[in-house]
């Protein structure tokens, strides 16, 4: 399971763009969504296989798709859609926030929803820095069995589960390449 909150990640995306545009001084392309979903399994530890993944993104109601990838709509081109490559099947959820609740408490809900299955093995959580700490104390007192992976622009205060930089996955889907960014 991956549990990602997309305005976040759009929002990363958006400020990746803008900056490695002016360092590169080339224009930046958008996303490739099932590239980005690919680098962040592998980042999570799937490995080559026949995997079934589900990959929900928490989004706030107004926002009609990701503006920094594509595809992007969610409606139309990602909400109950799926693709199949070398790592398995990935199949995408768009829920947006309802009135109802926050999006903070949904995806923490979302979480605590995913921990409690047994027959998920593999977590990869891409919070909204700001609820960072709410993520760290549900997956705290979650299953060790489960492989956690949580996603940052930065290394977070701990727990158990493993930390992986968020940017490089993104950085990957916007096809931008290390020796751009350190030439030999």
């Not at 305005?7 to 990746?16: E, H």
């Not at 980042?43 to 990959?55: A, C, N, Y």
């Not at 959820?93 to 921990?115: H, M, R, W, Y």
Request: glycine share 6%.
């Amino acid at each position: 399971m991956m549990i990602v909150d997309a305005d976040y990640v759009d929002r990363v995306a958006f400020d990746l763009t803008v900056n490695f545009e002016r360092m590169l001084n080339r224009r930046i392309p958008q996303a490739d969504l099932a590239r980005w979903i690919d680098c962040v399994a592998l980042d999570g530890g799937l490995r080559e296989g026949e995997h079934e993944t589900q990959v929900v993104l928490i989004h706030d109601k107004q926002n009609m798709g990701l503006k920094n990838f594509l595809p992007g709509h969610y409606d139309s081109e990602l909400h109950a859609k799926a693709f199949k490559d070398h790592l398995g099947e990935f199949a995408i959820s768009a829920l947006p926030v309802e009135a109802l609740t926050t999006k903070e408490d949904f995806f923490i809900e979302t979480l605590q929803l995913v921990g409690q299955q047994k027959e998920v093995k593999r977590i990869m959580v891409v919070p909204d820095d700001n609820i960072y700490n709410k993520v760290r104390a549900v997956l705290n007192k979650m299953d060790d069995e489960k492989r956690i992976t949580v996603f940052s622009m930065q290394p977070m205060p701990g727990g158990n589960f493993r930390q992986e930089i968020l940017g490089y996955s993104l950085m990957a889907a916007l096809g931008i390449r290390g020796e751009e960014i350190h030439p030999e």
